[in-house]
């Protein structure tokens, strides 16, 4: 039988409320998704002010980081590749995105789930998606 672990409600808290505070901090506003490891909705948080469409965005790099495996961005490389010629319609679901700012969590080797954000650059979406995982692994492993 398989088993697998996967992203909770504990998991998505501490990851939104990491994520929030540092746009606060910063004077900004997004949205924050959190999925599963089947890139399905754990948590999502659009902060007032946060553009409309980055939730689907959002939800959207959650799926993309989750059920590849790795960051959402990497999709977009491999379909801008011109020796590849590879059209990211051929994934035939409009979840998947190559955008940059949605990252897979890991725990020992395997994926668990992912973060995203949406509504700043790819630079920062993904520099504060990756706080967000921390997050997320630091809340399911109890550290302090």
Same mark, same amino acid.
């Given at each position: 039988m398989n $088993?697998?672990?996967t992203l909770g409600h504990v998991e998505a808290q501490a990851a939104i409320a990491s994520i929030q505070s540092e746009l606060a901090r910063r004077g900004?506003?997004?949205?924050?998704a959190?999925? &599963?490891d089947h890139g399905e909705l754990v948590g999502?948080?659009?902060l007032d002010g946060a553009p409309l469409p980055s939730t689907t965005i959002a939800s959207s790099k959650?799926? $993309?980081?989750?059920r590849e495996r790795k960051p959402s961005w990497e999709l977009?490389?491999?379909?801008r590749d011109p020796r590849t010629g590879f059209d990211?319609?051929?994934?035939? &679901? %409009?979840?998947y995105v190559g955008w940059g700012g949605g990252? %897979?969590?890991i725990m020992n080797g395997s994926v668990v789930g992912s973060v995203a954000v949406s509504g700043l650059t790819q630079e920062e979406d993904a520099e504060l998606a990756a706080m967000g995982a921390a997050a997320a692994i630091e809340a399911s492993t109890g550290a302090s």
């Open positions: $088993t697998s672990r900004k506003v997004a949205v924050i959190v999925a &599963d999502l948080l659009r959650a799926w $993309t980081a989750a977009g490389i491999a379909s990211m319609a051929y994934y035939g &679901d %409009p979840r990252v %897979p969590v």
